[in-house]
């Protein structure tokens, strides 16, 4: 499985963003799909997941009403769009897909090499 991330960029706070990320070779309709983000000098961090059968999702409190994870019409395609940006959502974003949409990091098999987003307040 290979992931593509992108839609990073440089953002002033309370702009928007939409992040996309692009899965290819081995998906199955069950798999599932997160982000996660990565602060300079921090962990990585769970930000939201998505289930691709049932489209069933979950948020990290951080973003929960802010962000919103989302399946694309064309298959294997996970969007993260981003309202209402903070300088702490600062950080290098990670799609990972994953059995299920949990909220744990080691969950999760396979990882994009990851998108840089900056909110300049």
């Known amino acids: 499985v290979q992931l593509q991330a992108s839609g990073g960029g440089l953002v002033p706070a309370g702009g928007s963003l939409r992040l996309s990320c692009a899965a290819s070779?081995?998906?199955?309709?069950?798999?599932?799909m997160g982000w996660f983000r990565q602060a300079p000098g921090k962990e990585r961090n769970f930000v939201a997941a998505?289930?691709?059968?049932?489209?069933?999702?979950v948020y990290s409190d951080s973003v929960k009403g802010r962000f919103t994870i989302s399946r694309g019409n064309a298959k294997n395609t996970v969007y993260l769009q981003m309202n209402s940006l903070k300088s702490e959502d600062t950080a290098v974003y990670y799609c990972?897909?994953?059995?299920?949409?949990?909220?744990?990091?080691?969950?999760?098999?396979?990882w994009g090499q990851g998108t840089l987003v900056t909110v300049s307040s």
């Open positions: 998505i289930s691709w059968s049932d489209g069933s999702t």
């Open positions: 990972a897909t994953g059995l299920v949409p949990a909220t744990t990091a080691y969950v999760y098999s396979y």
């Open positions: 070779g081995r998906v199955f309709s069950s798999y599932a």
